[in-house]
């Protein structure tokens, strides 16, 4: 919960005063914080990735990441049905 609070302060860090030439060190100092935080991240998304299959079993995993899809895809004629209702309300 942490981790998107301050990636966001850093990416707007990293933005501010883009065209300025005098802020031109620290934006490449950003640029390379940005880097290897991602990169961090990322390795650290696949490691607890890998333990977690390890120790559930894949087929559990795959479940679990597959359920808030379906249930996105199944929720989008409940936005078209409410979209076309709200359309007849206005037209009438």
Known sequence: MIVVPAFSLLVLLQNYDRNNPKYQSLHKVMDGISVVVGFALLWF??????????????????????????????????????????TMIYLF
């Open 45 to 86: 998304t696949v490691d607890v990735a890998i333990d977690v299959i390890s120790t559930e079993g894949i087929a559990d995993v795959l479940i679990s990441f597959c359920i808030p899809v379906v249930f996105s895809i199944a929720y989008l004629p409940v936005i078209l049905l409410q979209s076309k209702r709200c």
